[in-house]
C-alpha cells in the first residue's frame, strides 16, 4: 500500500506563492497519474492538477497559468507550484497517486489559507 505525505501548506496574502510537496513510500511497482485535489469548506473536492508518468500535465481552468505541477518520478514526488494565489484559493490541498497494483491512495491534506 502507498502512503502519501504532503507539506508546504500555510498562510499567504493574495498575490502570493507557495509550494506544496507530496512524497510517496511503502510497497510501490510504478506510480501513474499523480494530482492535487483541492476541497474548501462547504464544497466538494475538486481536481487541481495532474500528471502524468510521463510528463503530461492538466490544470483546472480557475488556475491554469498560476499553478504548475512537477514530479519526480525517481523519487516518486510531487509538487505544486502555486503563483498569484487568491483568497478563492483557500482550500485543504490533498495528493493522490494511482500506484500500478494497489490503485488510488490520498495523502491527509495540507491547509492552503489565502487571505485578502
Known amino acids: 500500500q502507498v502512503h502519501l505525505v504532503e507539506s508546504g501548506g500555510g498562510l499567504v496574502q493574495a498575490g502570493g506563492s507557495l509550494r506544496l510537496s507530496c512524497a510517496a513510500s511503502?510497497?510501490?511497482?510504478?506510480?501513474?497519474?499523480m494530482g492535487w485535489y483541492r476541497q474548501a469548506p462547504g464544497k466538494q473536492r475538486e481536481l487541481v492538477a495532474v500528471?502524468?508518468?510521463?510528463?503530461?500535465?492538466n490544470y483546472a481552468d480557475s488556475v491554469k497559468g498560476r499553478f504548475t505541477i512537477s514530479r519526480d518520478n525517481a523519487k516518486n514526488t510531487v509538487s505544486l507550484q502555486m503563483n498569484s494565489l487568491k483568497p478563492e484559493d483557500t482550500a485543504v490541498y490533498y495528493c493522490?497517486?494511482?500506484?500500478?497494483?494497489?490503485?488510488?491512495?490520498w495523502g491527509q491534506g495540507t491547509l492552503v489559507t489565502v487571505s485578502s
Open positions: 493522490n497517486a494511482h500506484e500500478y497494483a494497489s490503485g488510488s491512495a
Open positions: 500528471i502524468t508518468s510521463g510528463g503530461s500535465t
Open positions: 511503502g510497497i510501490i511497482f510504478r506510480i501513474n497519474d
